[in-house]
Structure formats: structure tokens, C-alpha cells
């Protein structure tokens, strides 16, 4: 599915998501993370062995609400499923790259210190094939019309 320019440039500019995982048949996780982008699919990174990723590993659906960074009310809920989950040290290098985009420095370190040197625990990217997009910005909701 298509992303929408105004979502891909709400992203650019530091949009906040916020993302649900299913725990178990009555139990739902949210949480509030970076978010980016790659052609048509959402990029989650979030740390290895985290409750999250036992969590998509055991359910790969996840809904996704991505707040507009200067307009609250505006956001897009994106309905969908993890298709491949990034292990590897482009994953590291991802973060550091959102962590400069949200606050001007590598993440969880300066510029000096290495990844290794810092301690910090490996990440992983969830890329997310978008199966849904409902959006509410500056104008009322557009929905699907199974809703």
C-alpha cells in the first residue's frame, strides 16, 4: 500500500508513534516509539528481547498511530504486520541514525564513545507491510468501508 506524501513528511519531521502488540488473547501492549520509513513499508526499531518482540514473534499484526509533530489531533493509524525482522548491525546503525534525526546525537552515547564501548544492547528493524491507512488530519476521518 501507497504511504501517504503527508505521512512520509510527518516522519521526516519527527513524528511520534505509537505502536500496539498483542501479549495474549485478553492483554494488548502499546508503546510510544521513533518511527521511520523505507519506500512503502513502516520501520519500528526497538532494543533485542524486549517483551515487544516476543510479542511479534508470536503475532506479527500490529497497529501503528503516528502523531503529526505540530498538529496532535492530526495522525494516521496504520494497520499491519511484520514481514521481516532486521537482525543484524544495520539495525545498530539505524538507530543511530533516528537518534541524530530526533536528537542531534547518536544514540545513548556521544560522538566519541563506540557502540561497543557504550554497552548497548543490540536492536532489530520491524519492517511493517501497511495492509490499512486511516487518517485524521486537519479534516474528518477517512475510513475503509469495512468500518
Not at 516509539?33 to 533485542?48: F, G, P, R
Not at 511484520?82 to 545513548?108: C, F, M, W
Request: hydrophobic share 35%; net charge negative; glycine share 2%.
Amino acid at each position: 500500500m501507497q504511504l501517504p506524501n503527508e505521512l512520509k513528511q510527518a516522519i521526516d519531521n519527527n513524528a511520534f508513534c505509537s505502536i500496539a502488540t498483542k501479549i495474549n488473547e485478553n492483554e494488548i501492549q502499546n508503546h510510544l516509539m521513533w518511527v521511520d520509513y523505507k519506500e512503502n513499508k513502516i520501520l519500528i526499531n526497538t532494543e533485542q528481547g524486549r517483551k515487544k518482540t516476543e510479542n511479534i514473534r508470536q503475532e506479527p499484526n500490529l497497529s501503528i498511530v503516528i502523531f503529526h509533530p505540530s498538529d496532535m489531533y492530526s495522525s494516521w493509524e496504520i494497520r499491519g504486520s511484520v514481514e521481516t525482522i532486521v537482525q543484524d548491525s544495520t539495525a545498530n546503525d539505524h538507530i543511530d541514525y533516528l537518534s541524530n534525526r530526533y536528537l542531534g546525537k547518536p544514540y545513548k552515547r556521544t560522538k566519541d564513545i563506540t557502540w561497543e564501548q557504550a554497552g548497548i544492547k543490540s536492536r532489530e528493524i520491524w519492517e511493517v507491510e501497511v495492509s490499512k491507512i486511516l487518517s485524521m488530519v486537519s479534516r474528518p476521518q477517512a475510513k475503509s468501508a469495512s468500518e
